[in-house]
């Protein structure tokens, strides 16, 4: 009797990387596989990320929501209806394993895991660890841009301010930005903002409106 041959073909690891690390990434598809992109000398087709989710979309055989962690946005595809994203609502904070794949010159992520984490300061944990693995590749920065782009003129007490009225303001639809600018004088609230969307306090829940995340 002829042996049989069996081969066990290893689950790839899913990579702890960040939004902008998948969007930047070269993307590649070969014979050998459905795709994946070039980092830090990993081929990376399986993903582990930590955000938001800031939009939600449910049809019949294909939902999808997009998801932001601070670094960049992008879009959750499922083709097998709306389970996997039921239960989740704009503003939860989900750990999302996946795989990455480009159709058409749009990247996003086929999700195998979606799960809440119930806590904010996660995506925080996770951005610091990113960032000691040389990770998260932001337009125009380089590995020390954030020891010299920190911002020391921003007054904590400002931030706290615009945070409480965020979420003083809001009725569900997000506050305007220009909202709150209005409210304070110079570019102090302007770059409090920034910051307080950079550290994933607060988020867009669609372009120019502002929403705290709880």
Not at 152 to 180: M, Q
Request: contains cysteine; hydrophobic residues 40%.
């Amino acid at each position: 009797m002829p042996e049989t041959e069996i081969r066990f073909q290893k689950r790839q690891v899913a990579h702890k990387v960040g939004i902008c690390d998948v969007l930047k990434g070269d993307f590649i598809k070969d014979e050998l596989s459905a795709g994946y992109i070039k980092l830090n000398d990993s081929m990376v087709s399986r993903v582990n990320v930590i955000a938001v989710i800031v939009d939600k979309s449910e049809a019949a055989g294909n939902s999808s929501v997009i998801i932001d962690d601070g670094t960049g946005r992008i879009l959750l595809k499922s083709f097998d209806g709306a389970g996997l994203f039921s239960g989740l609502d704009v503003g939860d904070v989900v750990l999302t394993v996946g795989r990455i794949r480009e159709f058409n010159s749009e990247r996003y992520i086929v999700p195998e895991l979606l799960k809440k984490t119930g806590n904010t300061l996660w995506m925080a944990a996770r951005k610091l660890e990113l960032e000691k693995r040389g990770y998260l590749r932001e337009a125009g920065k380089d590995a020390n841009a954030a020891d010299r782009n920190i911002d020391v003129s921003i007054d904590l007490p400002a931030s706290d301010e615009i945070y409480s009225l965020i979420k003083d303001l809001d009725n569900g639809e997000g506050v305007s930005f220009d909202e709150i600018i209005g409210k304070f004088k110079g570019s102090e609230a302007e770059n409090a903002i920034n910051k307080l969307l950079e550290n994933g306090n607060i988020f867009e829940i669609r372009p120019g409106r502002l929403k705290v995340l709880e």
